[in-house]
Each structure stands twice: as C-alpha cells, then as structure tokens.
C-alpha cells in the first residue's frame, strides 16, 4: 500500500486545510488511516486517525478544531483543520494500519506512511 498526503501550504493562523491521504491500495479500507505530524525539533506526535466505519479519535489539541474523515470509494481519507494556529505548523504524514483501538495513538501499530506534506501557519 503506497500512500500519497496532499493539501498542505502556507496559511494565516485562524485559516483552514484540507489534507487528502490517497492510495491505490485495494484493502485500503480495511485499515486504520491516521495521521501525525513533526514539527521542527520536535518528536513526531499522533493527531487524529479514522477506522474503516468512520470511528475517530483526535489529539486533544486539535479538538474541535480538526475533523478526520474518510471515503473508502474514493481510496481517501480528509483531514480538515480550522483555527489554525501557528503551533500546528509542521510536516503531516498519513498512515495505515490495523493498532487496536487504545493504540491508534500510537505510531508502531501503523505499517504504511506516506511521504508527507507541509502545514506551516504564519501568526
């Protein structure tokens, strides 16, 4: 499964993205689909993930402001974020794998990443 994260840019702290994570995968759907992001410096560091139902957890610093969705018809999982703030700012990668539900946080359940794409946030 090769995964592709797209939709990043520079964008005015209180602005909106939508990152797209696309595969061509055909079991794509089967699997888990979250997304992380390292900052600069920084260890990378779980935001949100998505099971194949639509089940959602999130990061408890983009809560209410992110929303994590997927269509399986269409090989894509969104990540829509508003109220941007200068500390999202940071490269987003997607992932895909099948963690248990208490280690979706977790980075070592996922067995496919993307190459990722740039979020940057300017105050």
């Known amino acids: 499964v090769q995964l592709q994260a797209s939709g990043g840019g520079l964008v005015q702290a209180g602005g909106s993205l939508r990152l797209s994570c696309t595969t061509s995968g055909r079991t794509f759907s089967r699997y888990v689909v979250g997304w992380f992001r390292q900052a600069p410096g920084k260890e990378r560091e779980f935001v949100a993930a998505?099971?194949?139902?639509?089940?959602?957890m999130y990061t408890d610093s983009v809560k209410g402001r992110f929303i994590i969705s997927r269509d399986n018809a269409k090989n894509t999982v969104y990540l829509r974020m508003n109220s941007l703030k200068p500390e999202d700012t940071a490269v987003y990668h997607c992932?895909?794998?099948?963690?248990?539900?208490?280690?979706?946080?977790?980075?070592?359940?996922?067995?496919?990443w993307g190459q990722g794409t740039q979020v940057t946030v300017s105050s």
């Open positions: 998505v099971s194949w139902s639509g089940g959602s």
């Open positions: 992932a895909a794998g099948s963690p248990v539900y208490s280690s979706w946080s977790q980075s070592g359940g996922y067995y496919y």
